[in-house]
């Protein structure tokens, strides 16, 4: 454990927030909402998956949400539910967020079709309100043997 204060109340809950927006702006397929979870261009510290390769830059990763949830993407008729949320602040204007995602087919007969988890993501707290500054998702095996042809 460290010797760091825990954060306060309201920005434990505003940290609860900015992952739940996460997930939903995924789920509506608003990928500007989406990059609005983010801080700045210049401060984008990056997102890697395994599954879905390396956005090092912020228009990389606008890009890629943009194709992920259009009609056809992978996102497209998916729900993605955030849990087992943890923070672990590092100041008291960043942490580091771990939490396990489920992604569950909707638009067809309801299933598991992945799940997986962000891995000491980090937050920081901006004019704005907390954003994400670099996510890192581990995607768990079982997706890519659902995947693979049958």
């Given amino acids: 454990m460290t010797n760091i204060a825990p954060l306060a109340a309201n920005d434990i809950a505003e940290v609860h927030n900015l992952v ?8 509506n397929a608003d990928a500007d909402a989406f990059l609005q ?9 990056g997102y890697d998956s395994g599954a879905f390769g390396s956005m090092k830059t912020w228009q990389e990763m606008l890009d890629f949400e943009r194709h992920h949830v259009v009609p056809g993407g992978m996102a497209n008729g998916k729900r993605h539910q955030a849990i087992n949320l943890a923070i672990e602040p590092v100041s008291a204007t960043e942490a580091l967020v771990i939490h396990d995602l489920i992604v569950l087919e909707v638009a067809e007969a ?3 079709v992945a799940t997986g988890r962000y891995n000491r993501s980090v ?7 907390w ?3 670099r996510r890192t998702l581990e995607v768990d095996p079982g997706f890519f043997k659902l995947m693979q042809p049958s």
């Fill in 20 to 27: 739940a927006l996460y997930c939903l702006t995924t789920d």
């Fill in 37 to 45: 979870l983010r801080v700045d261009p210049a401060e984008f510290g």
């Fill in 110 to 112: 309801p299933r598991i």
């Fill in 123 to 129: 937050v920081v707290k901006t004019a704005h309100g």
């Fill in 131 to 133: 954003r994400f500054k």
